[in-house]
Structures are given as C-alpha cells and as structure tokens.
T-cell receptor
Framework: QKEVEQDPGPLSVPEGAIVSLNCTYS??????FMWYRQYSRKGPELLMY????GNKEDGRFTAQVDKSSKYISLFIRDSQPSDSATYLC??????????????FGQGTILTVHP | EPEVTQTPSHQVTQMGQEVILRCVPI?????FYWYRQILGQKVEFLVS????????KSEIFDDQFSVERPDGSNFTLKIRSTKLEDSAMYFC???????????FGPGTRLTVT
C-alpha cells in the first residue's frame, strides 16, 4: 500500500463550483498535513498547513483532517479559472528523529473552465 | 515576502558531466531540503540538511549526489556524473522546523542529453 494516495483526476469543473480534493494515507505517525498548488513546470506553492484532526479555513480554501480515517480533504469554494493547477497533499515525518522529509501524493489535476 | 530562490532555472548538460544546482533558502530557516520531480511523476524527497550536515537521505541520493552549504546563504546540490535518468525538475525547500511549513523554490529543470 502506498503511503499517500491521491486520485490524479483530471478533475474539470465550471467556474463557481465547489471543488473537493482528497488524500488517504497509511502511516498513522503523520500528524501534520500540507496542501500545495503547483502550476505547470513551477515549484509547489504552500496553500494550507494543518495539524491533527479538524478544519482550517483560509479565504476560499478549507482543509479538513480526519485522522481516524486517515483521510484529508481540501475544499475550494467559488472556484476560479486561476485555480486550475495540480494540487498536492504532503505530510512530513514527525517521528523522534525526524527532519521533516515530505511524502507527497501523486497530485490531482484541476481545471476550472469559465 | 521571503522566498526560496534557485539558479539556474534550466540547465542542459551532457551525460557524465558534473552539475551544481544552487538555492538560497529563506534566511531564518534552519532545515533545508532537495526534492526532484520527473515529468509526470510524484515529487520525491532526496535529502535533508540541518546544522551543516545531512540528516536524512533517500535511496535515490547515492554517491553521485552531494550537498553543501558553502556560506551563510547558499545551499547547493551537486551531481558528479549525470545520467539520462537524472533529467527532472529539482526543487529546493526550507523550513524553520522539521514539521513546520516547507517553502519551495521555483525549481531547476535539468536536462541530461
């Protein structure tokens, strides 16, 4: 079983739609969760950073963590064409000797069409 | 807003040549990383660096790879003898603490011919 699984899509939605992006993970030691946005041939841009279970909201973005199910989500409200990108979930090692190695999902390709 | 910078943006090299990829992490960050992404594939961890030494490395990071912080600002990745399969985007990242947010640079696209 892969450590982090993410449906690669592609996902195509109309402008204004609510988008739901998801990852599952197998390593119960993961405690911190990040969502990145990556435009084609660019570096990952950090969108959201959360710790433990619950919700975190930042503008149109909401990150949700369910540690009991090992499932994390990113919701985008009122999606815009500029949101078209690949969305990556990532989790750092958090063990006692950890130095923060990130494990990434495959990435979900999102297209928001006008 | 502070950001991670990387140079060059694109490097073309011949197989067997040495390349050095350069990064300037965010100034108050203490943990530094290199990742790579082969076209169409996942972002993969290569190495982490803290307190002037390698703290963790992946199986990809073999003897052909090395990292260095030659001064107080730069962080470099050297590939001694490049192979075709080293062609990828290489990203530098930095963080205040290992479990805190990691910020990535724009990447260097390495093409080995």
């Amino acid at each position: 079983q892969k450590e982090v699984e993410q449906d690669p899509g592609p996902l195509s939605v109309p402008e204004g739609a609510i988008v739901s992006l998801n990852c599952t993970y197998s390593n119960s030691a993961f405690q911190y969760f990040m969502w990145y946005r990556q435009y084609s041939r660019k570096g990952p841009e950090l969108l959201m950073y959360t710790y433990s279970s619950g919700n975190k909201e930042d503008g149109r973005f909401t990150a949700q963590v369910d540690k009991s199910s090992k499932y994390i989500s990113l919701f985008i409200r009122d999606s815009q064409p500029s949101d078209s990108a690949t969305y990556l979930c990532a989790m750092p090692d958090a063990g006692g000797t950890s130095y923060g190695k990130l494990t990434f999902g495959q990435g979900t390709i999102l297209t928001v069409h006008p | 807003e502070p950001e991670v910078t990387q140079t060059p943006s694109h490097q073309v090299t011949q197989m067997g040549q040495e390349v050095i990829l350069r990064c300037v992490p965010i100034s108050n960050h203490l943990y530094f990383y290199w990742y790579r992404q082969i076209l169409g594939q996942k972002v993969e961890f290569l190495v982490s660096f803290y307190n002037n030494e390698i703290s963790e490395k992946s199986e990809i990071f073999d003897d052909q790879f090395s990292v260095e912080r030659p001064d107080g600002s730069n962080f470099t990745l050297k590939i001694r003898s490049t192979k075709l399969e080293d062609s990828a985007m290489y990203f530098c990242a930095s963080s205040v603490r290992p479990t805190y947010e990691q910020y990535f640079g724009p990447g260097t696209r390495l093409t080995v011919t």
